[in-house]
């Protein structure tokens, strides 16, 4: 699927949405971007959009506690979800951006691909793993994005990758479409983007 190139030509902020009925209209395909908390969630946006600060970035994680609707190239929402498991908010805040995040995959008949954002400097989380889970029990295609790559060496990069499929193949007979990414390089862009590019030409087709 990577024979054409996508690129990103329009990029706006749409609209925030703090129920899951609130979100645009479900006309175009949708990408939902998620991770735990200070994944690198809104830098890679603003890389896959080629802008500085599409998305905000902050050092303070659990800044997202909104859905946002991000249209790009009039023809595609990517959505930037609440990131989970950031351990500063209440319990209460906590298990309602799981509610939310829930609804929205549940819900959203357009979402297309959740890009499920994993920092590749760690260990294999339990919390990602059972998200990954769920998705997976519920059919919600998914694939992995391993991020910040450029803050490891290859060499220690491949033994963090090795270890993450091997953890993943307890639970599925193969390891989910993966991308490796770095924001600073822009490493994984454009195979990020024209995966979603193939996705859009699938989810077309099956209208």
Known sequence: YFSSVMRV?????TTSS???????????????????SNVGKSSL???????KSLAKTSGAP??????????????????????????????????????L?????????NMVNAFVLVDCRVEPQKIDLDFMEWLGTRRIPFSIVFTKID??????????????KKRLLETW???????????TSKHG???VLNYVEYCMRVWEESL
């Open 18 to 36: 703090a129920k899951v009925e609130q979100c645009p209209e479900t006309d175009k395909p949708e990408f939902a971007f998620i991770g735990r």
């Open 9 to 13: 030509t329009t990029s706006e902020f």
């Open 101 to 109: 995040i829930y609804g929205y995959f549940e819900k959203r008949e």
């Open 45 to 51: 946006t603003n890389m896959l959009c080629d802008r």
């Open 151 to 164: 803050k490891l060496s290859s060499t220690e990069l491949k033994k963090n990758l090795a270890k993450y």
């Open 62 to 99: 659990g800044k997202t506690r909104l859905i946002n609707h991000f249209l790009l190239n009039d023809s595609w929402y990517l959505v930037d979800l609440p990131g989970f498991g950031y351990a500063k908010v209440s319990k209460k805040d906590r298990a309602s951006f799981m509610r």
């Open 189 to 191: 862009q454009q195979e």
């Open 173 to 183: 007979e193969e390891t989910p479409q993966f991308f490796l990414t770095s924001a």
